[in-house]
């Protein structure tokens, strides 16, 4: 089996390219630039010329805008890449007649959830660009499953975190800040609460959902076990790092940030459907990107 894996220079495709050669799948990655295959998702002739005269079984599309603040700033290019860029993708399956097409939408499509866990069920409430274009790309994998039959699985994704993270994130700031003694931020006293997993478990889940059928059709919320507050992963952190850095609680940054954020998945869905199982604890998690930070210093 072979899988084509957009935006693949990102954090999550590095670590899922990864790990899909680790388990003996082959990948055909692809992004802007840095790859053998690179070019445009919104280039026609890139997608169904040079990307369709590949030979691949499956696609796991990971290319987006990500950065929140741009999307804002530019909701067109946000759209273009976000939307469009998929309908590109879904196309170019659908020609190749590929077994599965995952498609990476986003926890932001539930914006701040009124309850806790998060399941599939409950109701998308965006708010900035990027949530709606996440909205919009869902759409679209569902119509295409629905009257063309395209094998299509979404995933729904809380934090992720590990190598080749970019550093405004927040577990690398926190990883760079402990490993120096410098002190760490907590804006809102770090009450704010998610759910954080290393890239290599969502690789996991992307490879069950190509190798199950039950996956078809499915939309599958994914984050770690339990829930985290943004204190919690500081505190986690600089243990593990024996850092002596101060945690110093601050007031939230505005008046929208006053009310502490509190969104985590239950992934029941992906347990029973697809017998999922964490590669990595988030102690196991930490401890590998910790290690690839030192190694980057």
Not at 124 to 128: E, I, W, Y
């Given at each position: 089996m072979k899988v084509l894996v957009t935006g693949a220079s990102g954090m999550v495709g590095r670590n899922l390219v990864g790990y899909f050669n680790e388990k003996g799948v082959g990948t055909i990655p692809t992004d802007l630039s840095g790859w053998e295959v690179s070019g445009d998702l919104l280039d026609d002739r890139f997608v169904f010329s040079t990307l369709a005269s590949q030979d691949f079984d499956a696609i796991v599309h990971l290319?987006?805008?990500t950065e929140i603040r741009k999307t804002i700033e530019d909701p067109g290019l946000c759209f273009r890449v976000?939307?469009?860029?998929t309908l590109n993708m879904l196309e170019l399956a659908k020609r190749k007649g590929v077994r599965r097409i995952v498609v990476a939408s986003s926890a932001n499509v539930f914006g701040a959830p009124k309850t806790n866990p998060v399941t599939e069920e409950s109701p998308?409430?965006?708010?900035?660009p990027y949530d709606y274009s996440k909205v919009v790309s869902e759409n679209m994998a569902m119509a295409f499953h629905k009257s063309a039959g395209l094998p299509i699985s979404i995933t729904r994704s809380w934090l992720l975190f590990g190598e080749y993270d970019q550093p405004t994130r927040a577990t690398i700031r926190f990883?760079?800040?402990c490993l120096r003694d410098e002190p760490l931020a907590l804006y809102n006293g770090g009450k704010d609460t998610t759910s954080?997993?290393?890239a290599v478990n969502f690789a996991k889940l992307a490879l069950s959902i190509i190798n199950n059928e039950r996956a078809v059709g499915e939309a599958f919320n994914f984050g770690g076990v339990g829930a985290v507050s943004i204190r919690e992963l500081a505190e986690t952190v600089k243990r593990l790092t024996g850092s002596k850095s101060e945690l110093r609680l601050l007031p939230p940054r505005s008046e929208l940030e006053k009310e502490p954020q509190i969104s985590y998945p239950s992934i029941k869905k992906a347990q029973t459907l697809l017998g999922y199982s964490h590669?990595?604890?988030l102690e196991q998690g930490l401890r590998r990107t910790i290690d690839w930070v030192k190694m980057q210093a």
């Open positions: 290319a987006a805008i976000n939307c469009v860029g998308f409430d965006p708010r900035v990883i760079r800040a954080p997993s290393h590669e990595l604890t």
